[in-house]
């Protein structure tokens, strides 16, 4: 199949959310969204008012919160809280890292309450649930998918971005775990057409990728 510079950007939330984003970083990614159609910009929290304001009369393009980003480790109340004032502030969507430290730990029931209770939180707004797939075995990646696909969330999501790369086995694995029972956004070290590409062929709908990487990836488009 053949896709076009839009069917692409259509794909990749657009992101600023490491430590050292700095504002500039924040508005070339909103300046980046709007020239392109990018889905989404994801900025971190200080951020996501300028984001908002920017995006008041872009319908098509979401702004979106990152939920106990980037270790999953908070208490769950704080994740609930997270919920609650983003989809308040006018979040389209939702990223939450699982406790990825209970999870390793067999603490299955644990994981799943956590994600429960800020799906809940977020009510109609879509929750994307991070598992940080780099730092698990294949035993805790299916096991993450399945309790990201029975405890409310709206798409499964492989990683922040801050622990390593999303590779073609860990998507093969959450594949023979859940299948296509939620879609599934990958994230971490997607940084041109090919792979974007290779992996839609797998089965992934989303990309979560940084500025430089996104329009690279754009530049790569033959039209």
Not at 1 to 15: L, N, V
Not at 96 to 121: E, T, Y
Not at 163 to 191: C, E, F, Q, W
Request: hydrophobic letters at 45%.
């Amino acid at each position: 199949m053949t896709y076009s510079k839009h069917d692409i950007a259509r794909m990749i939330d657009i992101s600023a959310v490491q430590a050292q984003s700095t504002q500039a970083d924040v508005d070339a990614i909103i300046a980046a969204a709007k020239a392109h159609r990018f889905i989404c910009v994801f900025p971190l929290h200080g951020f996501i008012n300028r984001a908002l304001d920017a995006m008041a009369n872009e319908p098509d393009i979401m702004v979106g919160g990152v939920i106990g980003f980037p270790s999953g480790g908070e208490l769950t109340a704080f994740k609930v809280h997270q919920a609650k004032t983003l989809t308040a502030m006018g979040c389209g969507e939702v990223d939450m890292v699982l406790n990825v430290g209970m999870l390793k730990s067999g603490l299955d029931g644990a994981v799943a309450r956590d994600i429960r209770r800020v799906a809940d939180a977020a009510g109609d707004t879509p929750l994307k649930v991070i598992m940080e797939a780099p730092l698990l075995t294949d035993d805790e990646i299916a096991r993450a998918a399945r309790l990201i696909c029975d405890n409310g969330a709206s798409f499964i999501k492989t990683g922040t971005g801050w622990s390593g790369t999303t590779t073609d086995h860990h998507i093969k694995v959450i594949k023979k775990a859940v299948g296509n029972t939620l879609p599934l956004k990958v994230a971490g070290g997607v940084r041109n057409l090919e792979t974007v590409l290779r992996m839609v062929d797998m089965g992934v709908s989303r990309f979560g990728i940084g500025y430089a990487s996104a329009l690279n990836i754009l530049n790569e488009v033959k039209e």
